[in-house]
């Protein structure tokens, strides 16, 4: 039921691209991106509705593939700023209520 | 309030003492989570609250959890008998029906000696 992310860790020099992925074995309503940085709370990122829908944020955009249940979290040129634990969070379409699942996490450190 | 709040900050407890954690979710928000986080983990989904009702208790580790939610507003975990596996981050968290952004309280830390 919990949604698998990959990969589980991505180091990168600064100015350099990542994609993170997430897969759920459900149908799903949404697909939500969070990020924690060391010793804080998770911070919204961005949700994602519809099928085939991509947003952006800066240079942090994401896609949602409804078909393969998928979503990917691209970063672009990375910042020193972006290192931390990227969460992805699913929301089945069945069940009968709202029950966000968040993966294991990703981290991600980059480097000057 | 401004945003989703949470008492105490950090706990320190003996191991066998109750505790009794506190959520405060943002004004208007119908949802409420409760997560725990151990270091350098993920996210542990424990319980989720509709209003006063929880329609999803599956994460709770054991019968010594226990949560309430009164008023569709403030809730309050509890933690009986607490052990050392008990330490973590607990993190609340709301959203406004559920189905959108969940935005997070600062958590507790929870050190059980």
């Known amino acids: 039921q919990q949604p698998v992310q990959s990969p589980q860790a991505v180091i990168l020099r600064e100015g350099e691209d990542a994609v993170i992925n997430c897969s759920s074995s459900?149908?799903?309503?949404?697909v939500h991106w969070y990020r924690q940085k060391h010793g804080e709370a998770p911070v919204f990122l961005m949700i994602?509705?519809?099928?085939?829908e991509q947003k952006g944020h800066d240079k942090i955009s994401a896609s949602f593939n409804e078909k393969k249940q998928q979503s990917s979290l691209y970063l672009t040129a990375s910042q020193l700023s972006y290192s931390g634990t990227y969460f992805c969070?699913?929301?089945?379409?069945?069940?009968?209520?709202?029950?966000?699942?968040f993966g294991a996490g990703t981290r991600l450190a980059v480097h000057p | 309030g401004a945003g989703v709040s949470q008492s105490p900050s950090n706990k320190v407890t003996e191991k066998g003492k109750d505790v009794e954690l506190r959520c405060d979710p943002i004004?208007?928000?119908?949802?409420l989570y409760w997560y725990r986080q151990s270091l350098g983990q993920g996210l542990e989904f424990l319980i989720y609250?509709?209003?006063?009702?929880?329609?999803?208790k599956s994460g709770l580790p054991s019968d010594r959890f226990s949560a309430e939610r009164t008023g569709g507003s403030v809730s309050t975990l509890t933690i009986q008998r607490t052990q050392q596996e008990d330490s973590a981050v607990y993190l609340c968290?709301?959203?406004?029906?559920?189905?959108?952004?969940?935005?997070f309280g600062p958590g507790t830390r929870l050190l059980v000696l």
């Open positions: 994602l509705l519809k099928g085939g």
């Open positions: 609250f509709q209003g006063n009702s929880a329609p999803d």
């Open positions: 004004s208007g928000h119908t949802a």
């Open positions: 459900k149908a799903l309503y949404s």
């Open positions: 968290a709301s959203s406004q029906t559920g189905r959108e952004t969940q935005y």
């Open positions: 969070g699913t929301v089945a379409l069945s069940g009968g209520y709202n029950k966000l699942i």
